[in-house]
C-alpha cells in the first residue's frame, strides 16, 4: 500500500514514510492509493472481541510496511494499559430509539483526539525504527489549551521521541495549565511563552524554519518534527471506531439495523473524513451528516460548492470546531474528483491565494450524494444541552451538542428513519461553564476563576462523577515551571533537551 499526494508534486511512498513526513514537502496531503475493501464477515465473527482486535483489521491494509506484530503491539499499548477510563475504550450509548452516541472521550484528555494521539506515537516510533534513523525526533507543538496536554499524554514515555509544548502564558485556562504541568513523563517539556496563542504559534513555526537552531539540533542528536492532525497517522487511528460502533449497533439493535448514518460535529474535517473512509471500506452507512457551528464554511461549501473562508471568525462555546479552513477536506475533494492531482491542485491554490474556491458541477453533485451538511447556532447548541439532559438525564458537551442540533433538524426535514449514530466528541466537563450555563439557561459566562468549583457543580447537578483526567488535578505535583519570552524559546528549547 502505497501513498500519493493529492497535488501529484511526490513520489508514492510507504505508509511509515507518510507519517514520518506528516504531510508532503511541497504542499498536499498523503493519501493511500486504494482504499481496502474489509471483509466484513470476518469483522462480524468479531463480535464480541476487544477494541484492539477490530482495530487491527481495520488499520493493516493501510499499513503495507508494518508486521502484523507490530500493528498489535502499538494498538495494545495505546488502548490496553489502562489509559482508557471505560472496557469498551469508545462505547455505544443508547439515547432513543434509533439514537446513539459514541462516546470518544473516555481517554486520558477527555477528548476524543486522545483515539489518535494515543496510537500514533507508537506507529512513529516504529517508523523512526524501519528507516534505521539515529537522530532523536523532537515534536514540537505551540497550543492554545487542549492539543498540548493531548500530544503530551500520546507522546510522553515513548521511545526515540521528545514533545515539547509551548503555550501563551496566562492565555490557557488553569485546568488546561495544569494538566500540561503537571506531566510527568521524563520525555516530555512544557514552556509558557509571555505573548498570546498566535504569537507562540508563530514564533514555533519560525524555530521549524531556524536553520542555525536546526543545525545545531541535527549535531547533538535531534530532529524537529510536528504532531499534525493531517498527518496520515492521526487519521487512520480514527476509522476503526466506526467499525466499532457498527458492531455494538448490531448488539444493541439486532443484525438488521443497517445502514445507518453518521453525525459527525466537525472542525478540521478529520474525523469525519475518518467516517468516509470506514463507508467506502465497507462499512454500511447511509448518509453522513458534516455538523458545525456558527462558522459555516462547510454547511455553506456542500450547499453551493463554493469554499468561501473570507468571513467574520466567530468565537463560539464548541472552541475546537472554530475553524474556517478545514484542512483535511483536501482528501475527500481529491477522492470525489476521481484522483484528479490537478484539478485538486488548483482548488486549493485558490484557497491560498484568495482564502476561496468554487468545484464545478460534476464534483458537487458527487458531493451532494456523500454528505449532508448543517449547522448550529449558540442558542440551538445552548437548547440541544438543556433538553437532553431534561429528557434523557444525559450530560452532552458543546461540540456534541451542536451535531445533536443538526441531526434533529435533518430528522425533521427528512423523516429518515435509519438509525444514527452521533459521535461524542468531549466530555461534558471538559467545556463545564458552558455547559452549566445551559442547564441553568443563563448566558454562556466569561472564563471563569475557579473552573474547580464548576467542576464540582456540574457534578452535583448532573449526579455524574467527574471525569479522572480532570479530577483532583489540583492537588498533582507541578512538574513544569519555565516562564520564557519570544526570543527565548530557541534557546530554552536547546537546554530542555540536554537536561532531559
Ligand atoms: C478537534 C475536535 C472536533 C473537530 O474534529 P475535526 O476532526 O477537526 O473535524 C470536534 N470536537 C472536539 C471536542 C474536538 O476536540
Same mark, same amino acid.
Given at each position: 500500500m502505497?501513498?500519493?499526494?493529492?497535488r501529484?508534486?511526490?513520489?508514492?511512498?510507504s505508509?511509515s514514510?507518510?507519517?514520518?513526513?506528516?504531510?508532503?514537502?511541497?504542499?498536499?496531503?498523503?493519501v493511500?492509493?486504494?482504499?481496502?475493501?474489509?471483509?466484513?464477515?470476518?469483522?462480524?465473527?468479531?463480535?464480541?472481541?476487544?477494541?484492539?482486535?477490530?482495530?487491527?483489521? !481495520?488499520?493493516? *491494509? #493501510?499499513l +503495507?510496511d508494518?508486521?502484523?506484530? /507490530?500493528?498489535?503491539?502499538?494498538?495494545?499499548?495505546?488502548y =490496553?494499559?489502562?489509559?482508557?477510563?471505560?472496557?469498551?475504550?469508545?462505547?455505544?450509548?443508547?439515547?432513543?430509539?434509533?439514537?446513539y452516541?459514541?462516546?470518544?472521550?473516555?481517554?486520558?484528555?477527555?477528548?476524543?483526539?486522545?483515539?489518535?494521539?494515543?496510537?500514533?506515537?507508537?506507529?512513529?516510533?516504529?517508523?523512526?525504527?524501519?528507516e534505521n534513523?539515529?537522530?532523536?525526533?523532537?515534536?514540537?507543538v505551540?497550543?492554545?489549551?487542549?492539543?498540548g496536554?493531548?500530544?503530551?499524554?500520546?507522546?510522553?514515555?515513548?521511545p526515540?521521541?521528545?514533545?515539547? !509544548?509551548?503555550? *501563551? #502564558?496566562? +492565555?490557557?485556562?488553569?485546568i488546561? /495549565?495544569?494538566?500540561?504541568?503537571?506531566t510527568?513523563a521524563? =520525555?516530555?517539556?512544557?514552556v509558557?511563552?509571555?505573548?498570546n496563542?498566535?504569537?507562540?504559534?508563530?514564533?514555533?513555526?519560525?524555530?521549524f524554519?531556524?536553520?542555525?537552531?536546526?543545525?545545531?539540533?541535527?549535531r547533538?542528536?535531534?530532529?524537529?518534527?510536528?504532531?499534525?492532525?493531517?498527518n496520515?497517522?492521526r487519521l487512520?487511528?480514527?476509522?476503526?471506531?466506526?467499525f466499532?460502533?457498527?458492531?455494538?449497533?448490531?448488539?444493541?439493535?439486532?443484525?438488521?439495523?443497517?445502514?445507518?448514518?453518521?453525525?459527525v460535529?466537525?472542525?478540521?474535517?478529520?474525523?469525519?473524513?475518518?467516517?468516509w473512509?470506514?463507508?467506502?471500506?465497507?462499512?454500511?452507512?447511509?448518509?453522513?451528516?458534516?455538523?458545525?457551528?456558527?462558522n459555516?464554511?462547510?454547511?455553506?461549501f456542500?450547499?453551493?460548492?463554493?469554499?468561501?473562508?473570507?468571513?467574520?471568525?466567530?468565537?463560539?462555546?464548541s472552541?475546537s470546531?472554530?475553524?474556517?479552513?478545514?484542512?483535511?477536506?483536501?482528501?475527500?475533494?481529491?477522492?470525489?474528483s476521481?484522483n484528479?492531482?490537478?484539478r485538486?491542485?488548483?482548488w486549493?491554490?485558490?484557497?491560498?491565494?484568495?482564502?476561496?474556491?468554487?468545484?464545478?458541477?460534476?464534483?458537487?453533485?458527487?458531493?451532494?450524494?456523500?454528505?449532508?451538511?448543517?449547522?448550529?447556532?449558540?442558542?440551538?447548541?445552548?437548547?440541544?444541552?438543556r433538553?437532553?439532559?431534561?429528557?434523557?438525564?444525559y450530560?452532552?458537551?458543546?461540540?456534541t451538542?451542536?451535531?445533536?442540533s443538526?441531526?434533529?433538524?435533518?430528522?425533521?426535514?427528512?423523516?429518515?428513519?435509519?438509525?444514527?449514530?452521533i459521535?461524542?466528541?468531549?466530555?461534558?466537563?471538559k467545556f463545564?461553564a458552558?455547559?452549566?450555563?445551559?442547564l441553568?439557561?443563563e448566558?454562556?459566562?466569561?472564563?471563569?476563576?475557579?473552573?474547580f468549583?464548576?467542576?464540582?457543580?456540574?457534578?452535583?447537578?448532573?449526579g455524574?462523577?467527574?471525569?479522572?483526567?480532570?479530577?483532583?488535578?489540583?492537588?498533582?505535583p507541578v512538574?513544569?515551571?519555565?516562564?520564557c519570552?519570544?526570543?527565548e524559546?530557541?534557546?530554552?528549547?536547546?537546554?530542555?533537551l540536554?537536561?532531559?
Amino acid at each position: 500500500m502505497l501513498y500519493l499526494s493529492t497535488r501529484g508534486n511526490y513520489d508514492p511512498v510507504s505508509a511509515s514514510t507518510a507519517i514520518l513526513l506528516g504531510m508532503v514537502p511541497s504542499g498536499g496531503l498523503f493519501v493511500p492509493e486504494t482504499i481496502p475493501l474489509l471483509d466484513t464477515e470476518r469483522l462480524l465473527a468479531l463480535q464480541g472481541r476487544g477494541y484492539t482486535e477490530v482495530a487491527q483489521q !481495520v488499520i493493516a *491494509p #493501510y499499513l +503495507g510496511d508494518y508486521e502484523e506484530e /507490530e500493528i498489535a503491539g502499538a494498538l495494545a499499548r495505546a488502548y =490496553n494499559h489502562g489509559r482508557f477510563s471505560h472496557p469498551l475504550i469508545a462505547p455505544l450509548h443508547r439515547l432513543d430509539d434509533g439514537l446513539y452516541l459514541l462516546e470518544l472521550w473516555h481517554g486520558p484528555t477527555a477528548a476524543f483526539k486522545d483515539m489518535a494521539l494515543q496510537l500514533m506515537p507508537h506507529l512513529l516510533s516504529r517508523a523512526l525504527a524501519k528507516e534505521n534513523r539515529r537522530d532523536e525526533l523532537v515534536i514540537l507543538v505551540a497550543t492554545s489549551g487542549d492539543t498540548g496536554k493531548a500530544a503530551l499524554e500520546g507522546f510522553g514515555n515513548i521511545p526515540g521521541i521528545r514533545v515539547i !509544548v509551548f503555550y *501563551p #502564558y496566562g +492565555g490557557v485556562s488553569r485546568i488546561q /495549565e495544569l494538566q500540561m504541568t503537571t506531566t510527568s513523563a521524563a =520525555n516530555t517539556g512544557v514552556v509558557a511563552v509571555r505573548g498570546n496563542f498566535d504569537d507562540c504559534q508563530s514564533a514555533v513555526k519560525a524555530l521549524f524554519a531556524d536553520r542555525d537552531l536546526k543545525e545545531e539540533l541535527r549535531r547533538k542528536g535531534f530532529s524537529l518534527s510536528s504532531a499534525n492532525s493531517i498527518n496520515w497517522g492521526r487519521l487512520l487511528p480514527q476509522v476503526a471506531y466506526y467499525f466499532w460502533a457498527w458492531l455494538q449497533l448490531r448488539e444493541k439493535e439486532g443484525p438488521d439495523a443497517c445502514p445507518f448514518n453518521i453525525v459527525v460535529p466537525t472542525g478540521n474535517f478529520g474525523n469525519i473524513l475518518a467516517a468516509w473512509y470506514a463507508w467506502q471500506m465497507g462499512l454500511p452507512v447511509k448518509k453522513l451528516l458534516c455538523a458545525s457551528n456558527e462558522n459555516k464554511v462547510l454547511t455553506d461549501f456542500f450547499h453551493s460548492g463554493l469554499y468561501d473562508s473570507n468571513r467574520e471568525f466567530r468565537r463560539t462555546s464548541s472552541p475546537s470546531m472554530d475553524i474556517l479552513i478545514s484542512g483535511n477536506l483536501e482528501r475527500l475533494l481529491f477522492a470525489v474528483s476521481g484522483n484528479d492531482a490537478g484539478r485538486t491542485r488548483g482548488w486549493m491554490e485558490s484557497l491560498g491565494g484568495t482564502g476561496a474556491f468554487q468545484v464545478d458541477a460534476k464534483t458537487r453533485r458527487a458531493l451532494d450524494g456523500l454528505i449532508y451538511a448543517g449547522w448550529a447556532g449558540e442558542k440551538e447548541t445552548m437548547a440541544a444541552i438543556r433538553e437532553t439532559f431534561a429528557r434523557y438525564n444525559y450530560l452532552l458537551d458543546t461540540h456534541t451538542a451542536v451535531a445533536l442540533s443538526v441531526y434533529h433538524r435533518y430528522k425533521e426535514a427528512t423523516a429518515d428513519p435509519a438509525p444514527a449514530i452521533i459521535a461524542a466528541t468531549a466530555s461534558p466537563f471538559k467545556f463545564s461553564a458552558s455547559v452549566l450555563a445551559a442547564l441553568k439557561e443563563e448566558d454562556p459566562p466569561q472564563r471563569q476563576a475557579d473552573e474547580f468549583s464548576l467542576l464540582e457543580e456540574l457534578s452535583r447537578l448532573s449526579g455524574m462523577p467527574i471525569h479522572p483526567a480532570l479530577r483532583d488535578l489540583q492537588h498533582k505535583p507541578v512538574h513544569h515551571r519555565t516562564v520564557c519570552a519570544r526570543a527565548e524559546m530557541g534557546s530554552v528549547l536547546l537546554e530542555l533537551l540536554e537536561k532531559q
